[in-house]
């Protein structure tokens, strides 16, 4: 397999084959070393470039405004098409096993992967290099209006909650179980004692947003 990009040349070509490793090439000594924790790194830069190219884009927009574009910006739907788009699935280094039960398409090794390029990239350059192949990757994303002030569920139950109680839900990480490259999270939202649902995803992510998505169906149907 060539390990390249098509839109950045690497001078350290480790950090890209770091990135593309998955965790079950390591656990079955095909690669010394994964990308989880590139992909803890690049999961924070992505943030950070999406911010800032959406504080200067939207520059007559409020904090809260900016708050929901950027969660729809850079939510696990979002990178997953962008790594589809740039064919992540292909690049990734799989073990046999992984590779039969189709971890190539693999919504959350996508993700993880994606991120982890992003992170590789950003130490084998700067913070301008990394924004502007991450806004060309993005571009697609900013054009319509009405995707981006949709609300994820942890944003319609944040606002709702803060409405009715003058509170903040708390979400806390109940369980983390299943193999170190496929682990499963449960994910608790709760408010005071009043309610507290529980529910599991591939990331915490995932979780969280099931969660609050259970929360605030439960809310709205009760009228409470």
């Not at 950090?15 to 656990?27: D, Q």
């Not at 943030?47 to 929901?68: C, K, P, T």
């Not at 981006?148 to 606002?159: A, G």
Request: with cysteine; proline share 2%.
């Amino acid at each position: 397999m060539k390990l390249e990009l098509d839109d950045y040349k690497f001078k350290d070509t480790n950090l890209l084959r770091i990135a593309l490793t998955h965790p079950s090439a390591v656990k079955n000594k095909i690669e010394e070393v994964s990308y989880e924790r590139m992909e803890f790194l690049g999961d924070s830069v992505l943030n950070v470039v999406i911010a800032d190219v959406v504080y200067h884009r939207f520059n007559s927009y409020s904090e809260g405004e900016l708050s929901i574009i950027l969660a729809n910006l850079v939510n696990s739907k979002t990178i997953v098409k962008v790594a589809k788009k740039l064919s992540m699935g292909e690049k990734i280094i799989l073990d046999n096993g992984e590779e039969q039960c189709g971890g190539r398409e693999n919504p959350n090794n996508l993700e993880n992967v994606l991120e982890a390029v992003i992170a590789a990239i950003y130490l084998d350059s700067d913070f301008i290099t990394i924004k502007d192949i991450v806004s060309n990757w993005w571009a697609e994303f900013f054009t319509d209006i009405n995707k981006l002030f949709q609300k994820d569920y942890k944003s319609q139950l944040q606002e709702l909650i803060q409405k009715r109680y003058k509170i903040l839900p708390k979400y806390k990480t109940e369980d983390k179980d299943g193999e170190p490259h496929e682990p499963i999270f449960t994910i608790s939202v709760s408010l005071k004692n009043k309610y507290k649902f529980k529910a599991q995803g591939k990331t915490k992510k995932e979780a969280e947003q099931k969660a609050a998505e259970e929360m605030l169906n439960f809310i709205n149907s009760n009228n409470e």
